[in-house]
């Protein structure tokens, strides 16, 4: 089992950044790919990046390509969302998720609340 935790949410004006921290513990040799998903109310959860950790290979919704980056730092074990030119559509809570290969689900974290305002 995974544990992860995220942070760096906030609130922000449009056009600003962020960046989001997962700090992963426990069984983290494990995880093949790593991503980052949003939920906005009323609306399904979403991919938004992934990256596969042994090959480094990286995934991006269509909406965020361009403004949005996925990377890892292996030795502290975190994943990172770095967040550029923030829209308004982008509010949502963000969560961190860690797989094994073939793994269907994973481990979620509790999630950050990101809110960018016009």
């Known amino acids: 089992q995974v544990q992860l935790v995220e942070s760096g949410g906030g609130l922000v004006q449009a056009g600003g950044s962020l960046r989001l921290s997962c700090a992963a513990s426990?069984?983290?040799?494990?995880?093949?790919?790593m991503g980052w998903f949003r939920q906005a109310p009323g609306k399904e959860r979403e991919l938004v990046a992934q990256i596969i950790l042994t090959i480094g290979a990286t995934y991006y919704l269509d909406s965020v390509k361009g403004r949005f980056t996925i990377s890892r730092d292996n030795a502290k074990d975190t994943l990172y969302l770095q967040m550029n030119s923030l829209k308004p559509e982008d509010t949502a809570v963000y969560y961190c998720?860690?797989?094994?290969?073939?793994?269907?689900?994973?481990?979620w974290g509790q999630g950050t609340q990101v809110t960018v305002s016009s």
């Open positions: 426990g069984r983290t040799f494990s995880s093949y790919r």
């Open positions: 998720n860690a797989r094994a290969y073939g793994e269907s689900s994973g481990s």
